[in-house]
């Protein structure tokens, strides 16, 4: 048989977001709450600023000098561009748009490398090796936890590797349902490449706009589907990585028992033990069928104990997201001190509606009421699903907006066993609510949804939300977040559910892994990365090694 792999041809001009991208906070320039706007949302919690913070002129920004420069084969890859360096400083988290909105930009990269090809990305990491220079791959920058951030002040210098020029959807294999893709590839741009062929690689994180293959591998992402192939780990044929010590090519194949998964080592190694520069990833046919309901609950605990039982089900509903009620009413979707169950279903195949009824009355059973019950429930239903879903696409601007206000607003996620769920989510409540009132001396707002769904246990999505002071916030924001992460460790669940270790959670994930594996994990690095220059400080502390 001739071979069924076929290029893709020509790849699509980038998104729009990526030219328009806010170099400070979330998203695009343009959906930037104004002042305004910021002020009034300022309003809707006590003790905010009186005035948003202004945004700094770029041309204003004072940066560290460049401390080294590329040699003449490397400068064409090279940017040393204020707007660059700035852009690439910090992720997307809190933290990092406090701390841009301060001007505060002292741990901006010396250079921002823009690799065309993979053969660039190895001559970068030849030459850094040799120089002493720290490498951070950059896929868009949207990590919330520290990922692209250089903090370990032990190298000559420091590039950003931004690999948004490996784009391109290079193969799609039809028969096998699969394509090569880039890692640079935005999530938009990945879809339009795949969307004439029928195919989607249906995975959408909120990110999607702002985030890469590259990252979502790197990272193990969660997509927006609450069950069943929802975590990139389930999509991945074959991965194709560059370390220091040579490129790293698994074998495409649907399964292997053939000893440990190379790929496994590499999913979540969060560019420290190499550069994802390309993979083979499992696609699916485009959904023709979909449908939603939402369920409102008196009790959130009958709420929880209804998502189990749908977790459990076998039924794989796409969505499936419980909001408490102060999620429910943050989103716009219920004001009466109800918890909401957001369900969904699709498929490409066959109808979907005896399914999605089936979903209906397990949350029935378990004390839940349809909302509406009238003849145009279904066009209702999606009407509050699609409020959810706007709600959380423009939650980290209004996150941002808060910002400007002196408002901590960020969140943290996880997951748990369902017999340690309703223990969590009440200590979360109580515990941490007086964490920040300590800290902050207001009552403050804890809210939570429940993303994620397994049969063995949900993914918990945690939301503060209290008034900060002007100057202090990073370091408000950090005292809660340490009380949160140990919350989590007393209670058995992961520090990170799909925001991935970084710099941030490193702290609580020596708590969470065996020290058998951690001493593995020091050998493999050392290994692939001799000189230490991936990434320093992620996964790793860099003064000891791990």
């Known amino acids: 048989m001739a071979d069924s792999t076929s290029p893709v041809t020509p790849p699509?001009?980038?998104?729009?977001?990526?030219?328009?991208?806010?170099?400070?906070?979330?998203?695009?320039?343009?959906?930037?709450?104004?002042?305004?706007?910021?002020?009034?949302?300022?309003?809707?919690?006590?003790?905010?600023?009186?005035t948003p913070l202004p945004v700094p002129d770029i041309s204003a920004l004072e940066l560290p000098k460049v401390r080294v420069e590329p040699?003449?084969?490397?400068?064409?890859?090279?940017?040393a561009a204020p707007r660059d360096r700035a852009s690439h400083t910090y992720g997307k988290a809190y933290r990092d748009v406090v701390r841009a909105l301060n001007g505060d930009l002292s741990a901006a990269p010396d250079q921002v490398a823009h690799p065309r090809t993979e053969q660039d990305v190895i001559d970068v990491l030849d030459w850094a090796a040799d120089a002493d220079v720290a490498v951070v791959p950059y896929g868009a920058g949207s990590s919330v936890v520290g990922g692209v951030e250089y903090r370990a002040d032990r190298h000559r210098g420091v590039v950003s590797l931004d690999l948004s020029s490996l784009d391109r959807v290079l193969e799609i294999d039809p028969v096998s349902r699969a394509a090569r893709i880039q890692a640079g590839a935005l999530g938009p741009d990945l879809e339009a490449q795949?969307?004439?062929?029928?195919?989607?690689?249906?995975?959408?994180?909120?990110?999607?706009?702002?985030?890469?293959?590259?990252?979502?591998?790197?990272?193990?992402?969660?997509?927006?589907?609450?069950?069943?192939?929802?975590?990139?780990?389930d999509l991945v044929e074959s991965l194709r990585v560059v370390t220091p010590v040579g490129v790293n090519q698994s074998l495409r194949l649907p399964g292997s028992?053939?000893?440990?998964?190379?790929?496994?080592?590499?999913?979540?190694?969060?560019?420290?033990?190499?550069?994802?520069t390309e993979a083979w990833m499992r696609l699916q046919d485009r959904p023709r069928h979909k449908a939603s309901a939402t369920v409102l609950f008196s009790d959130v605990h009958a709420a929880m104990n209804a998502l189990r039982a749908i977790a459990q089900s076998g039924l794989h509903p796409a969505n499936c997201r419980l909001l408490d009620p102060g999620e429910a009413a943050l989103a716009g979707v219920a004001r009466d001190g109800e918890s909401v169950l957001v369900l969904g279903v699709e498929s490409a195949h066959s109808p979907v509606g005896e399914r999605l009824a089936q979903l209906v009355t397990l949350a029935r059973d378990h004390g839940g009421s349809p909302a509406p019950s009238a003849p145009d429930a279904q066009d209702a239903a999606e009407d509050a699903a699609g409020t959810w879903r706007s709600a959380?696409?423009?939650?980290?601007?209004?996150?941002?907006?808060?910002?400007?206000?002196?408002?901590?607003?960020?969140?943290?996620?996880?997951?748990?066993?369902?017999?340690?769920?309703?223990?969590?989510?009440?200590?979360?409540r109580r515990d941490l609510g007086d964490v920040?009132?300590?800290?902050?001396?207001?009552?403050?707002?804890?809210?939570?949804?429940f993303t994620h769904v397994y049969p063995d246990g949900p993914a918990p999505y945690f939301t503060v939300i209290a008034p900060g002071r002007h100057g202090e916030e990073v370091a408000m924001w950090d005292e809660i977040k340490t009380a949160a992460m140990q919350i989590l460790t007393d209670h058995g669940a992961t520090v990170t559910h799909h925001h991935a270790v970084g710099r941030d959670h490193r702290p609580g994930y020596y708590r969470q892994r065996p020290e058998p594996f951690a001493h593995a994990l020091r050998a493999v690095k050392q290994a692939l990365d001799p000189a230490g220059i991936l990434n320093p400080g992620v996964l790793f502390d860099p003064a000891a090694a791990g």
């Open 257 to 276: 028992g053939a000893g440990p998964s190379p790929d496994r080592m590499f999913l979540g190694s969060e560019g420290t033990l190499g550069v994802i």
């Open 71 to 79: 040699p003449s084969a490397l400068a064409p890859l090279m940017s």
């Open 436 to 449: 920040v009132r300590e800290v902050t001396g207001t009552v403050g707002t804890i809210n939570c949804r």
């Open 12 to 50: 699509v001009s980038r998104s729009n977001s990526s030219r328009n991208r806010s170099w400070w906070g979330w998203g695009t320039a343009d959906k930037a709450l104004p002042d305004a706007e910021c002020t009034a949302l300022g309003g809707l919690v006590p003790g905010s600023a009186a």
């Open 392 to 428: 959380f696409l423009r939650m980290p601007y209004l996150r941002d907006a808060l910002a400007r206000m002196s408002v901590i607003t960020e969140t943290f996620e996880t997951a748990c066993t369902w017999d340690r769920a309703p223990g969590l989510y009440e200590s979360v």
């Open 194 to 233: 795949l969307r004439p062929h029928g195919l989607t690689l249906r995975h959408f994180p909120q990110s999607f706009e702002f985030s890469t293959l590259g990252g979502w591998l790197a990272t193990r992402a969660g997509g927006h589907y609450a069950t069943l192939y929802t975590h990139i780990d």
